[in-house]
């Protein structure tokens, strides 16, 4: 993913590898941080974004909300935002058990530790990419009820049906996992989510394979991985730099070796 | 000498501009943040750049504390430096980013670009 190709073009570079403001003052000592950090790592950190794929969805956030600023209105009017200035969205990061045919339910995995807990939680959703199943047969017609639990208390969190005379085309299913944040400390837990999915045959409680309705992860590109969207007020005005230091922080153990595996270094950093 | 004086004084003021929004074009990518934001890439923030000297403009909306300066600063300039010409309005942008965790996350910025310059 090159972030140039949906955007407009830059402009011309100007005062390339200039470092030094307005009056020829020199910057403070943690913008010289920065910028050091910044040239040091500037190789790794170029093959460590291409390696993160924004969803399509968090493109259209984006270009959305921006395209409405240009217009000045305030994104977080928009219904969808739930009034939030930050939407962060983590990736799952389950694995479909193999060895269990027919896949009756299915875990999604996320690493929530990231979110601040200085930030009031207004929203989530899980967003899981549903395929058209390889042996979808048009004579299969049917209400289906898919549900979405918490792991450990196996508590309902969201359900919707899905009628597969429908289903002949790929999309995403949106399900409100809202309740597992409410009163949830996400750094106390370990920063772990967990909530699995479950689908039955029309009001019955029978379960049914979730690979005959397209939610099985087997060749899955990365942005066809379900994602986690969670939506976020800032309790006070945000500085830049914040997320600055955050990444510099976060980066300041990386060597060479390391770079081998970026999913390697991402798991021993949350460590 | 009257006229040389006014004249040299009207050199001096057109050397520097009042007190307005100019041009700053803010490329991440010169910054080095192209690393973690993935969009946009560049934008527009402008900057606040000129006097702030007697009479004030009305539309630069100086406080009282700015046109007391101002004042005192025309009358002597050596006792008082000129109100400082700073962002008085400013606006966000939305920025979409990498974040510690490997996120992908959208965020608005408040106070990213400047929308109006005055003398405070």
Not at chain 1, 219 to 246: C, G, H, P, Y
Request: hydrophobic share 30%.
């Amino acid at each position: 993913f090159h972030s140039a190709a949906i955007l407009t073009p830059s402009v011309p570079r100007r005062n390339k590898g200039t470092r030094v403001l307005y009056d020829g003052q020199e910057s403070p000592k943690f913008l010289k941080e920065i910028f050091a950090s910044s040239q040091s790592q500037s190789h790794q950190q170029d093959d460590f974004k291409d390696a993160i794929i924004p969803h399509d969805y968090m493109l259209s956030i984006y270009r959305t909300y921006s395209a409405a600023e240009k217009l000045g209105l305030n994104a977080s009017f928009f219904r969808s935002s739930k009034s939030a200035n930050t939407i962060t969205s983590f990736v799952d990061r389950g694995k479909d058990d193999l060895l269990h045919s027919p896949l009756r339910r299915q875990k999604y995995l996320f690493d929530v530790s990231a979110l601040s807990d200085k930030e009031e939680l207004v929203g989530a959703e899980l967003r899981i990419f549903r395929k058209v199943p390889g042996d979808f047969q048009t004579a299969q017609t049917g209400l289906y009820g898919i549900q979405i639990l918490s792991c450990r208390s196996e508590r309902l969190l969201d359900s919707r049906s899905l009628d597969l005379q429908d289903a002949q085309k790929p999309g995403w299913e949106v399900l409100d996992v809202w309740e597992m944040f409410k009163n949830r400390h996400h750094s106390s837990q370990g920063g772990r989510l967990c909530v699995q999915l479950r689908a039955t045959l029309g009001k019955t409680e029978t379960e049914i394979d979730l690979k005959h309705l397209g939610f099985d992860r087997n060749d899955r590109a990365q942005q066809e991985k379900a994602i986690l969207v969670v939506f976020t007020r800032s309790k006070k005005r945000e500085n830049l730099f914040n997320e600055m230091k955050e990444k510099i922080k976060s980066r300041g153990s990386r060597t060479k070796e390391e770079d081998d595996s970026l999913q390697f270094k991402a798991r021993r950093r949350r460590r | 000498t009257a006229l040389n004086s006014r004249h040299g004084k009207r050199h001096g003021k057109k050397s520097r501009s009042r007190c307005s929004k100019k041009a700053l074009h803010v490329n991440f990518k010169d910054l080095g943040w192209d690393d973690w934001i993935i969009a946009p890439l560049d934008y527009e923030a402008y900057h606040c750049e000129g006097v702030c000297d007697f009479p004030l403009r009305s539309h630069l909306e100086p406080t009282n504390h700015a046109i007391i300066q101002t004042l005192m600063n025309s009358m002597d300039p050596g006792s008082t430096p000129p109100s400082c010409c700073v962002p008085t309005k400013l606006s966000p942008i939305s920025i979409l980013y990498i974040d510690s965790g490997n996120n992908v996350v959208y965020k608005q910025y408040e106070d990213m670009v400047v929308e109006q310059c005055g003398c405070r």
